[in-house]
């Protein structure tokens, strides 16, 4: 079988048997791929440490044409997003992000802007700290690299820009409506949120992530982008409550 060389992220881990794993990562060159890791569970195993969720590593892998899963032949750290010692929010909302990648990238697809975002991300994370501002800039350009967020910019029955008044997202329709014609349906986006998902698009996430946001601007781009997110998965990601409750300092 040929080897192949890869930059990759640990996404989840599986166990395959008493000694094995199946560990799924995002990769820059193929998009999503799953592999074997052989006698990894045992103490000795120079894979293990590597192999955890959120290490950023090189990767080489055995490939045969057609098969489920690829089989790990050796491994470099480049880096470990969590450490020895991450805070809660760091790995709740690190963990979130995984789960979201998980979600949309698909396997044998590469998509290098998606790896390059999810890079950028974890670094602003690790060097500014995690915010609710930080996982809507993620999940934001999540949706638009996959083609999900429709250009809101003006109202698609009156052509009117929206930036002053907020606008209505229609989304089955793919649509925003500004007030006027909308007739008080969909999401309402306010107009002082309209600016922050504006900054989304020119701000580099660790810029966005220590601006002065207004929280509720990020809190009323939640609705718009919790229901984009779960009408094309069409399902709640499991890890969202939790880490909401994490970074508002909420109890379950």
Not at 17 to 37: N, Q
Not at 100 to 127: K, M, Q, S, T, W
């Amino acid at each position: 079988m040929p080897v192949h060389e890869a930059e990759a992220v640990v996404l989840r881990h599986y166990s395959l048997s008493e000694a094995d794993r199946i560990i799924v990562f995002v990769t820059r060159e193929f998009g999503k791929l799953r592999a074997t890791a052989q006698g990894v569970k045992r103490p000795k195993s120079r894979l293990a440490g590597w192999l955890e969720p959120l290490n950023h590593i090189r990767l080489q892998f055995y490939s045969k044409e057609g098969a489920d899963l690829a089989r790990i032949r050796q491994t470099e750290m480049i880096h470990s997003y969590l450490g020895k010692t991450p805070s809660l929010e760091k790995v709740y909302s690190f963990s979130y992000f995984a789960e979201l990648i998980h979600e949309f990238v698909e396997e044998n697809n590469p998509n290098p802007l998606v790896f390059r975002l999810f890079l950028a991300v974890l670094n602003a994370g690790e060097r500014v700290g995690t915010s609710e501002a930080l996982v809507r800039y993620f999940e934001i350009w999540m949706l638009r690299l996959s083609g999900l967020l429709p250009n809101y910019d003006y109202c698609s029955n009156c052509g009117r820009y929206v930036k002053d008044d907020g606008f209505f997202a229609w989304l089955e329709a793919g649509q925003g409506r500004c007030p006027a014609c909308a007739g008080g349906k969909g999401v309402h986006i306010r107009p002082e949120t309209v600016p922050v998902l504006h900054a989304i698009s020119e701000l580099s996430p660790e810029r966005f992530a220590v601006a002065a946001i207004p929280v509720s601007a990020v809190r009323n781009l939640e609705r718009l982008t919790r229901e984009l997110l779960e009408l094309h998965i069409e399902k709640q990601l499991k890890s969202y409550k939790s880490l909401r409750e994490v970074l508002r300092g909420e109890k379950g």
